[in-house]
Nanobody
Framework: QVQVAESGGGWVQAGGPLRLSCVAS????????MGWYRQVPGNERELVAT???????NQTDSVKGRFTISSDNAKSTLYLQMNRLKPGDTAVYYC??????????????????WGPGTPVPVSS
């Protein structure tokens, strides 16, 4: 059973940095993509940044130039370096791991696994 766990969240002052980490355990299939999402109560969960197994990254416009996503594929670990944080970045941050799991023959299915989230409150 795949388990995902985030760490590194906590209070930070506006303008400061914070680094989030995410570890996926129990993975016995291929991880095709990992990503960070965030959610404010009452709002939809939104994409922050993703990275594929080949290193291709994607970020939402509001964090470009401030946040950097990276991964250590050998350790199934994901990072999010957040710099110049703003109060508008306040949210619970979630890690998502996308696995390609065999279903028989050469067929695979895509399965997403989520962590419980880590809160990042940014004070002004």
């Amino acid at each position: 059973q795949v388990q995902v766990a985030e760490s590194g969240g906590g209070w930070v002052q506006a303008g400061g940095p914070l680094r989030l980490s995410c570890v996926a355990s129990g993975v016995d299939s291929y991880i095709s993509e990992m990503g960070w999402y965030r959610q404010v109560p009452g709002n939809e969960r939104e994409l922050v940044a993703t990275i594929t197994s080949t290193g291709t990254t994607n970020q939402t416009d509001s964090v470009k130039g401030r946040f950097t996503i990276s991964s250590d594929n050998a350790k199934s670990t994901l990072y999010l370096q957040m710099n110049r944080l703003k109060p508008g970045d306040t949210a619970v941050y979630y890690c998502k791991v996308r696995c390609l799991e065999p279903v028989g023959g050469s067929a695979t299915r895509s399965a997403n696994y989520w962590g419980p989230g880590t809160p990042v409150p940014v004070s002004s």
